[in-house]
């Protein structure tokens, strides 16, 4: 291992000795863990300003991987290599919930640090994580209407009165005529 050279001056020599440093390694390892902590303090004050955010993600994502995992055991299939009748459970779709938590989280932190750095992008973590729980939400209705905990039909009633409101939006918005002043300005 390589010492530091020293040279027998007393205020290097108290520097390093009151920062632990003897070997350039030692040096090296001290700035990785400071860097890491950095990033790590950075990330956990993010999280417990947001920490809303972070939970709905995880509470819809569990919510959905937990039925489908339900749906997944119930399900029967033939499985040819052990040529036989089995549940359809998968580890690796199983796993698929961990690889959404982890995915989500690191878009939600990605974002948030994008709207602490700028902060007129005020709106962003609304914008982003919203698509996120509505797609898991609507997830969680199919999943919950295969399972028969929904009655027959809710869903695509539910999903019918979504179109025929997306529908109605679009057709107002063609009626309504903006004056052109309004468009320039």
């Not at 549940?87 to 959404?100: F, I, M, R």
């Not at 602490?116 to 939400?137: C, N, R, S, T, W």
Request: with cysteine; charged share 20%.
């Amino acid at each position: 291992m390589k010492h530091f050279d020293r040279n027998n001056n007393i205020l290097i020599d108290t520097f390093l000795g009151m920062a632990h440093l003897r070997t350039l390694n030692e040096f090296i390892f001290n700035s990785i863990v400071t860097l890491f902590s950095l990033i790590f303090g950075y990330f956990n004050s993010m999280f417990l300003e947001k920490t809303d955010l972070f939970i709905a993600v995880l509470l819809v994502v569990c919510f959905d991987n937990i039925l489908g995992q339900i749906i997944a055991i119930k399900t029967k299939k033939y499985n040819k290599r052990l040529k036989k009748w089995g549940t359809s459970w998968e580890t690796q779709k199983a796993l698929k919930g961990v690889y959404y938590i982890v995915g989500y989280s690191a878009i939600v932190a990605v974002v948030l640090s994008i709207q602490k750095g700028f902060p007129a992008a005020g709106f962003l973590d609304e914008a982003v994580v919203l698509p996120i729980l509505i797609f898991q939400l609507v997830s969680i209705l199919k999943n919950a209407s295969l399972l028969g905990v929904l009655p027959q039909g809710l869903l695509l009633q539910l999903l019918e009165n979504i179109d025929n409101y997306k529908d109605n939006a679009i057709a107002n918005i063609k009626e309504t005529d903006i004056p052109q002043e309004q468009i320039e300005n």
